[in-house]
């Protein structure tokens, strides 16, 4: 219910219009003294204020301003008496919702409140659409130039219109939800639901009723009808997170479901009709948990029509800076702090750590480093110390090195130095060939012979 707050000094005034507003189906309250008023609205939240323009103690207008400072979405409706023409147009000014003329008609009087109302849930609306837009946007940017995100980009936009299962893998933290937000979002489903379940997170028979739905009286607890996702995805898309851990005895009844296009609700009898795409993500290696009879082999081939692989994120180092830049300047906005830079030395140790829980840690340790930032330019000394550590520890391949004979490590050592200079160039030859002191046709020479991977040169 929506309230009000009427403050005048006309105490009969307030008496019978506030019993009218009431009756209208408002939550009315009145309040002739100014002081009293002021402390109500600190106190409580009025949905909208009907504030008397001529009073006694302080002119509205006054009043009006006090209450914008202290709340500038405050609505406030003005009554001006007659000949206060002057007074309506400044409570305007000063950030009025309307003004209306004493003496009132009731039914003006409710119209009015009935558009203020219409305002208000509009306006609600509108920062629920906003702040989910936001979520929306922050959600499906893709940040990543290297090859692998170029490639996959490319694969995104073809799968995405299609009708087509999918099934995402990839290490944890590597981007397979924001993927499968972009599937849903550039496919002609968009306007339909995305549903999302989590397999790991719930036991067998809540998983159950979670995807099926329940009838009311099913099983204990079961106290009204529920839809499941199944039901709930229809007309969009179906998103089973970590499918690799869903109960083997669910993964039939999955799979009946893909097969057949219907459900029925635990407790239910009635067939009823469900529509959506899926997408499956996983950081299991199905073909293992297949092995190991955790995973039906059927239900596998059903929902890996296209397979989509996210590559660890030490894998396409090219992407690791400019993803830390993206999060020091969102988490710099969000936090209303000043952007900052990194130094070169910071970008050298940033890129050569391991990064085990890929962008997701990658994101923790950008909000971190703006926590603590004073705006300077962030150097390697405050990067986090495991950081700096496993820079300074000699590369695996380095150990691998006391195995081989000299030739063959030679050759290892410059495959490795000239893909890790290469990627820190984002793979410009040129630019590559002039930090290593070599002429470029050479470089190019020794990537053709050491077959450098080409992920590095872009
Ligand atoms: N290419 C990218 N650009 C920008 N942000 C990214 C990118 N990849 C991942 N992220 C961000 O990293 C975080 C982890 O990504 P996401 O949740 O999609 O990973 P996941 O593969 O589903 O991980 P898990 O297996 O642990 O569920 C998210 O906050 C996501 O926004
Ligand atoms: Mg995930």
Not at 132 to 151: E, F, H, P, W, Y
Not at 188 to 201: M, Q
Not at 370 to 397: C, H
Request: negative net charge; contains cysteine; proline residues 3%.
């Amino acid at each position: 219910m929506y309230r009000i707050l009427m403050i005048d000094d006309d105490k009969s005034f307030l008496k019978i219009y506030s019993k009218i507003i009431a009756g209208n189906g408002y939550h009315v309250q009145t309040e002739s003294d100014i002081s009293d008023a002021m402390e109500l609205l600190a106190k409580e939240h009025f949905d909208i204020v009907i504030l008397d323009v001529v009073m006694p103690e302080i002119n509205g207008v006054a009043l009006l301003k006090k209450i914008k400072e202290k709340n500038p979405e405050q609505l406030v409706m003005m009554l001006t008496g007659e000949g206060s023409i002057a007074g309506a147009v400044e409570s305007m000014e000063n950030g009025a919702y309307t003004y209306m003329i004493k003496p009132v008609e009731i039914d003006q009087l409710i119209l009015n409140i009935r558009k203020a109302e219409e305002f208000l849930k509009l306006n609600d609306e509108n920062v629920k659409l906003r702040t989910q837009l936001k979520d929306m946007t922050r959600n499906m940017t893709v940040v990543g130039c290297s090859k692998a995100m170029d490639i996959l980009k490319e694969q995104i936009k073809q799968i995405a219109p299609t009708n087509t299962s999918v099934l995402i893998t990839g290490e944890s933290g590597t981007g397979k939800e924001i993927i499968a937000n972009l599937l849903h979002y550039n496919s002609e489903r968009r306007d339909g639901p995305l549903i999302k379940v989590n397999c790991s997170a719930l036991a067998e028979t809540i998983l159950e009723s979670e995807l099926f739905g329940h009838e009311k009286g099913a099983f204990t607890g079961a106290i009204a009808t529920k839809k499941g996702r199944f039901e709930m995805a229809t007309g969009g898309t179906l998103f089973l997170d970590e499918i690799g851990d869903m109960p083997y005895p669910l993964q039939s009844k999955l799979l009946r479901v893909l097969q057949e296009k219907e459900i029925e609700r635990v407790g239910g009898s009635k067939t009823i009709k469900v529509d959506f795409r899926l997408i499956c993500a996983t950081n299991k290696d199905l073909k293992e948990e297949i092995e190991k009879n955790n995973f039906r082999e059927d239900l596998y081939f059903r929902i890996n029509v296209v397979p989509l692989v996210t590559t660890p994120l030490r894998e396409r180092k090219a992407d690791i800076i400019p993803l830390m830049e993206y999060y020091l300047d969102c988490y710099a906005d969000e936090m209303s702090k000043g952007r900052v830079t990194l130094s070169d030395s910071a970008k050298s140790v940033l890129t050569n750590y391991s990064w085990r829980g890929n962008v997701r840690e990658l994101k923790n340790m950008a909000e971190r480093l703006i926590v603590f930032s004073n705006g300077q330019e962030i150097k390697e000394y405050m990067l986090p110390e495991e950081v700096r550590q496993t820079a300074n520890q000699p590369d695996s391949q380095m150990k691998a090195f006391e195995s081989m004979d000299l030739r063959t490590a030679r050759n290892q050592f410059e495959k490795w130095y000239i893909t890790e200079i290469l990627t820190r160039n984002n793979g410009n030859i040129t630019a590559t060939a002039a930090q290593i002191g070599v002429a470029r046709k050479n470089l190019q020479a020794k990537i053709k012979l050491l077959d450098i991977d080409k992920s590095a040169e872009k």
